[in-house]
């Protein structure tokens, strides 16, 4: 057992963070002396006990600092253990002495502990951050007791997780010299041997005890080193230590080199896997806030090149930083103790003190989370990452290659939609991907995953001043500073995504576009955990970029995609026929416009829809059932809960001229991705279904574009067609388009009795026709090309329906009378058009013939001629009301009105 203690980090301006250091040594080593010229910036021969300090806010690190003194500390130690309940009450205390290396109780050299002095209150030991620990330079048994008593006790009572520095106070006392005998009273002159000696020892120390983080000499009576003490310590507890180094592999610990290597991604903007000149300068301004010269790239270029170890691991390529180049750059500084710089960069990017990033609020609101889609940014990522981890350029990303994109997310590092993470990232939606669901029963909770990659970075040695901007290296504590120790360096090599047969990762490889299916397939399910993930490989979303970066972005883009090479062709649908439609003159996949269409399928239970899922998405059916709704190819039931497949097809849309503002014959070619979720008839899924698209559903939910209504033709009833009209009644309104689709129907004509009376719904509700569709698997490569084809024009008559895009034609009807409401809908907006025309015709005569009735009124009234209701005349008129005599006299008024005027 041990005792607790509290972890580092920094505070923040409004919320300081409290601190305590613990100073222990034996007696008489200066320690009260220690604090009390600290805080007083006196000297004090007799200084009184100062048990418990508090120093003032520090505004730099915000924290709150207490240093606690000690008297009789070991004993403290330990009642402070059995108060906890963390020691045995029936161990003596001569047993625990022994047990840690200590001298007997009968020894005449028993520790501080034999003193008069009451021992510290155990209200100062049960929760320190970390511990000074004292020893006097001119007492040479006070340093042996360190190693004997002290540091062992120390790991006993904290298990090693406190940090500890080391002070040698009283330097003032010795002096290096040739040779002298020393008396007392006098400096004790040391030779350069005996002060090499003494440096070895305190090596050796660190060692052993891997907790103590620096030893420094010090003075308290001249004030020599006395604040480096104390912020040494301070740093310990705010920059701590053993998240950056693991000192037994002497090397980058795993999870920091995860964090490191995906700051890397965010930084490398041409994704070309290095960190040019600029791009290091933007890190460093963004970061530092100071600018990074060329004298300072020059020096670091060479430190990361004189500490390589192995040839293999490039450092530097093509005059750029490397992952393990960048990663050298922070190994430098953690062997140079200066830990305040890799946790400066990694809390800028959201790290805690345990390296788990923290996800951004607004990366995972729920705002417009129903209709989020990949943004354009997202999509042109997930592209370069694509390219960029693409290993031999053959337009496929192998499992290994899906392994290093995923290997900076905490482990286990394997893709979103694999079994493993699957089940805790879709959590609460309401479907999960199809290559989620498990083919093995999932491990226990606390059960291992397969092991995460690491990166062959190796141990730099110490450095060499390079220079004074703020990602260059300054000098350490001083001479006696002693570094990490250096150990040889143990390669990890890379992860095998296929060493856990329980969890196997991919059996092919993916082309471009299988490659966005799975994101647009996640990205429907959750969107909240898809911009998670996307952070998590260093997506950082990009809003309100002017115009003039976006035309640079879309031309980087293009440029890009000119010099890559085209995928390879794939067996899946959308994909299989890539080699034969991709010619010289073809765009590649990923410089083609993509949209989405989320599709939701209903029927009735044994209706076929699972393997016209299967069809659609180009898996083969595994003909267990005839129905196909038993089991899917991997074995696993569909229908226990909502799961969702993809597919995607090509397809070509007319371009508009914009001279002419018409479409010209010009065809342009886009792929779409189509995301079908098939939902089981039990119930319960109805219920959730029925809140889902009312809107009103709490869990995450996703928008549909399209509903498919299945049913099946190769029954003499139509039971399956009526659970179908059952299902559009209570579920649809008249705003949500839908498809009807006919399975089974092998050796069918239109004039079954099922088909006909689909046919007939569908005309009432001014609809298209129902498909037709057969998912008999056959060994015929002929049948089989037609089923590829047959499949291909569904998807295609899909995407007509959704109106995915514009110029995409023929335009289907999947709105109940929806090119009926349409003209009503243009009727009345010309009515109303007409209305308002009238309205505004009427509102101008009147306003005239007021004006007009004003001026004659007038003139009338000067002549004094001026009769009863004639200022209305003119509306009779064009009312007509009045006749010719009317006209004429009115005519015959304004005459003579004019004459009067003259």
Not at 420 to 429: A, K, L, Q, T
Not at 447 to 454: E, M, Q
Not at 502 to 513: A, D, E, I, Q, V
Not at 724 to 744: C, N
Request: include cysteine.
């Amino acid at each position: 057992g041990t005792m607790s203690s509290k972890r580092g980090g920094a505070g923040t301006k409004d919320s300081p963070r409290p601190l305590t250091i613990l100073v222990l040594g034996d007696d008489g080593v200066g320690k009260s002396s220690l604090i009390s010229t600290f805080v007083s910036r006196h000297f004090s021969d007799v200084p009184g006990i100062m048990t418990r300090v508090r120093l003032p806010p520090d505004p730099e690190n915000h924290c709150l600092t207490t240093i606690v003194d000690s008297q009789g500390g070991d004993q403290a130690l330990i009642g402070a253990m059995q108060s906890s309940g963390d020691f045995n009450s029936s161990d003596s205390f001569n047993e625990l002495l022994k047990s840690v290396g200590g001298p007997d109780s009968s020894s005449p050299t028993r520790p501080s502990a034999a003193s008069t002095k009451p021992p510290l209150p155990l209200s100062g030991m049960e929760h320190v951050d970390c511990i000074v620990l004292v020893y006097a330079l001119d007492k040479q048994e006070t340093f042996y007791r360190l190693e004997s008593h002290w540091l062992p006790l120390i790991e006993r009572c904290y298990s090693g997780e406190l940090p500890v520095i080391i002070a040698g106070n009283k330097m003032d006392t010795f002096q290096i010299g040739s040779s002298h005998h020393p008396t007392a009273g006098t400096s004790v002159l040391m030779d350069e041997q005996t002060l090499a000696r003494s440096r070895q020892q305190i090596v050796s120390l660190m060692q052993r005890f891997r907790f103590v983080r620096q030893c420094i000499k010090c003075s308290a009576k001249n004030l020599v080193r006395i604040d480096e003490v104390f912020l040494k310590a301070q740093q310990s507890v705010l920059y701590p230590f053993s998240p950056l180094y693991d000192l037994v592999a002497g090397q980058i610990t795993p999870k920091c080199q995860k964090a490191f290597g995906r700051i890397f991604r965010i930084y490398d903007q041409d994704h070309d896997g290095l960190l040019s000149n600029v791009e290091l300068d933007t890190f460093q301004y963004q970061t530092f806030h100071v600018p990074l010269v060329e004298r300072d790239l020059t020096g670091w270029k060479k430190v990361v090149n004189k500490h390589n170890p192995t040839p293999t691991e490039k450092v530097i390529q093509d005059g750029k930083f490397t992952v393990p180049g960048f990663l050298a750059i922070f190994d430098v500084f953690i062997s140079q103790n200066r830990l305040d710089v890799p946790w400066r960069v990694l809390r800028r990017f959201g790290y805690d003190d345990d390296l788990n990033l923290q996800i951004p609020e607004k990366v995972t609101s729920a705002q417009q989370q129903d209709g989020w889609r990949l943004s354009t940014s997202a999509r042109q990522f997930l592209a370069a990452l694509f390219h960029q981890f693409d290993s031999d350029s053959d337009g496929l990303l192998s499992p290994e290659d899906v392994g290093e994109i995923f290997k900076i997310v905490p482990d286990p590092a394997l893709p979103p939609w694999h079994p493993v993470r699957g089940e805790s990232i879709f959590y609460g939606c309401y479907s999960i991907p199809k290559e989620s669901m498990p083919t093995t029963h999932p491990p226990a909770v606390g059960s291992s995953f397969p092991g995460s990659p690491n990166s062959d970075e190796q141990q730099l040695g110490s450095a060499s001043f390079l220079g004074t901007s703020g990602i260059t290296i300054i000098s350490g504590a001083g001479p006696d500073a002693a570094a990490p120790p250096s150990t040889p360096h143990q390669p990890t090599g890379s992860m095998d995504m296929m060493s856990d047969d329980s969890f196997p990762m991919m059996t092919r490889p993916l082309n471009y576009l299988e490659w966005m299916s799975h994101w647009h397939t996640i990205s429907a399910i959750a969107p909240e955990a898809t911009r998670a993930e996307l952070f998590r490989l260093g997506h950082i979303e990009t809003r309100g970029k002017s115009k003039g970066k976006a035309k640079r972005r879309s031309a980087r883009r293009k440029a890009t995609a000119a010099a890559a090479l085209s995928p390879a062709s794939s067996p899946k649908l959308g994909a299989q026929d890539s080699a034969s439609t991709t010619s010289s003159t073809a765009a590649p996949d990923w410089t083609l416009p993509s949209y989405e269409i989320r599709v939701l399928m209903l029927g009735s239970k044994g209706c076929g829809k699972s393997s016209l899922v299967r069809m659609l998405s180009g898996d083969a059916d595994d003909g267990s059932s005839s129905s196909g709704d038993a089991t899917t190819a991997t074995g696993a039931t569909p229908t226990s809960r909502p799961v969702s497949s993809s597919a995607f097809v090509k397809m070509k849309r007319k371009v508009a001229d914009m001279s002419s503002k018409k479409k010209s014959d010009e065809a342009e070619e886009l792929v779409v991705h189509l995301i079908f979720t098939e939902v089981p008839e039990s119930e319960d899924h109805m219920k959730d279904l029925a809140s889902l698209l009312a809107g009103t559903s709490k869990s995450n939910t996703c928008f549909f574009d399209l509903v498919v209504l299945g049913f099946d033709c190769g029954k003499d009833d139509d039971a399956s067609f009526s659970y179908a009209r059952k299902m559009e009644k209570e579920l649809l309104t008249d705003e949500v388009r839908r498809v009807f689709v006919g399975t089974k129907c092998d050796g069918l004509t239109s004039k079954s009795q099922v088909i006909a009376v689909a046919r007939e719904h569908c005309e009432e509700l001014d609809l298209e026709p129902p498909l037709l569709s057969s998912s008999a698997v056959t060994d015929n490569k002929e049948q089989q090309r037609q089923r590829t084809e047959r499949a291909e024009e569904m998807l295609i008559h899909l995407c007509q329906c959704t109106r995915v895009a514009t110029g995409v034609e023929p335009l289907k009807k999947s709105k109940p009378h929806e090119e009926q409401k349409r003209m009503e809908a243009a009727r009345r907006r010309k009515m109303i058009w007409l209305g308002g025309l009238v309205s505004v015709s009427v509102a101008v005569a009147v306003g005239v013939g007021v004006l007009w009735t004003g001026m004659a009124g007038k003139a009338a009234a000067d002549n004094g001629r001026r009769t009863a209701g004639s200022g209305f005349g003119w509306l009779s008129s064009i009312l007509g009301f009045g006749g010719r005599g009317g006209s004429a006299t009115a005519t015959a008024e304004a005459s003579s009105g004019a004459t009067a005027v003259k």
